[in-house]
């Protein structure tokens, strides 16, 4: 296989060809908790639509804990391939798989021990609480699927290429509509069935990936004798993933507040933090596609040293990625009746879910912010910073926060909405100044001008 240089060629050019695959993979892959909540929305009750939005917000406790990892692996095999040094490529390639594999294991492990008691803990509607644990149970047995396909798209992106990932999660996605359609619709399976689509679709997303790439003569032979984990490296790879998993966790922790809060307000509320919940990722996506290409891109361009490039990659990438929130927010704010009625044609729900709509949607303009300066912090290996600053906004702002309104306005959706807004806001000012300090004190204002 080709490699892909990052670090030459047009920055513009280079940046949205490394992106724009990013995001159509990021779409589709919004897409399976999207077309799951779908599905059981038209052809099921109002505690299945609840069970599934529970459901997913502590199934994405694993894939928060995995990103730092992910991302960590990404960012050290793009500075090997920016330094050239191929050999400590394959070497961090058999390692990452070797540690995603073991952390798979434990994660199903806790997650089949604790999965009864955590959901007690976000007081889980009663009439859907059977439901709940039928989908985060199935789902829980995919662990080693979900992070065996986050674990090669990690290592391809670091690469370099973001097309065949893309092309990976297309695969997943196409197989998992089809399941949830087949075991929803025609065998009434219900949420299990939508559980059971995900974890199929993964797993074929994963095997067809690992034959694609062995076919292509890969730098890496998926060999049994390649699964070495090497000490030094998986000390990088904490050193580097661990912080940005910490504060993955801390952010899940403090949404899984907020879920409990609203549970505590009946199964309406409950079903619209799922619906806004994948909202969220939709209006997101520009912003977490933009973060982990400028990660990936930084990396490589430090790795060369090549900082000036990296530098202005950020600016025309920030610039990119708001043009596409900012469309999300339009529509919340203009008619977020159809936007709710996509998912639920629940007259109670959309009635519930409108002011939390129209509130909670400003957090797609300043998440994008926080999110493209952390990723080209994250490329830059600062991720301790990343993590002081996402761990200190989850538990210091927004667990109060959710607290103190979630007391005194428990009904009002529209002021629980805000907080989400309120907390980024402040989250992108200190970042903004951060990377701009950082931007003066290592001479970016003489590299901005060169390629």
């Known amino acids: 296989m080709k490699q892909n240089n990052l670090t030459e060629g047009s920055i513009l050019k280079t940046l949205l060809f490394f992106a724009i695959p990013f995001l159509i993979a990021n779409i ?39 990103t730092g990892l992910t991302l960590g692996s990404t960012v050290l095999i793009g500075q090997y391939m920016g330094k050239k040094e191929y050999e400590k490529v394959k070497q961090m390639i058999g390692t990452t798989l070797t540690v995603f594999a073991i ?53 391809l992106r670091g690469y370099g290429d973001s097309t065949r990932p893309m092309v990976f ?25 939508t559980a059971l689509a995900t974890i199929i679709s993964q797993a074929v997303s994963m095997i067809a990936s690992i034959v694609y790439l062995k076919k292509k003569q890969f730098i890496f032979d998926f060999r049994l004798s390649g699964f070495k984990p090497v000490g030094k490296l998986v000390k990088e790879l904490a050193a580097v993933g661990i ?50 290409a400028l990660a990936a891109l930084t990396a490589q361009n430090i790795g060369a040293g090549k900082p000036g490039r990296a530098w202005k990659s950020l600016w025309y990438g920030l610039t990119f990625a708001l043009v596409i929130s900012g469309l999300f927010w339009v529509w919340a704010q203009w008619n977020p009746q159809s936007m709710i009625g996509v998912f639920s044609d629940d007259r109670n729900v959309i009635e519930a879910g409108v002011p939390f709509f129209r509130s909670c949607s400003y957090d797609y303009i300043l998440v994008t912010l926080v999110f493209c300066l952390n990723g080209y912090l994250n490329g830059r290996q600062k991720t301790v910073w990343t993590m002081v600053s996402c761990t200190a906004s989850a538990l210091l702002l927004r667990i109060p926060m959710v607290y103190f309104f979630g007391k005194y306005y428990a009904n009002h959706l529209g002021i629980l909405g805000k ?12 970042t903004l100044i951060f990377v701009l300090y950082e931007g003066y004190r290592n001479g970016m204002r003489e590299a901005f001008s060169k390629k």
């Open 243 to 292: 912080p940005i998993s910490f504060q993955e966790a801390a952010v899940r922790i403090s949404f899984l507040y907020l879920m409990t809060v609203m549970n505590e307000c009946g199964v309406y509320a409950a079903a619209v933090v799922g619906i806004s919940s994948k909202y969220d990722v939709f209006a997101m996506l520009s912003a977490t596609s933009m973060a982990n």
């Open 169 to 193: 999660v297309g695969v997943a996605c196409a197989v998992n509509i089809a399941l949830d359609f087949l075991f929803v619709k025609f065998c009434g399976m219900g949420v299990s069935g």
């Open 28 to 66: 589709l892959q919004s897409l399976y908790g999207a077309v799951d909540l779908f599905v059981i929305g038209k052809y099921c009750n109002a505690e299945s639509v609840a069970a599934v939005s529970t459901g997913t917000q502590v199934t994405q406790i694993v894939t928060s804990l995995i």
């Open 419 to 430: 907080i989400a807004p309120i907390v980024s806001g402040i989250m992108a000012c200190y």
């Open 103 to 155: 952390t798979a294991v434990c994660l199903t492990v806790l997650m089949l021990i604790f999965e009864k008691p955590l959901l007690t803990l976000l007081h889980t509607p009663k009439e859907s609480f059977q439901l709940t644990m039928q989908y985060v149970a199935i789902c829980t047995l995919g662990n080693i699927f979900i992070c065996g396909y986050n674990a090669i798209s990690a290592i």
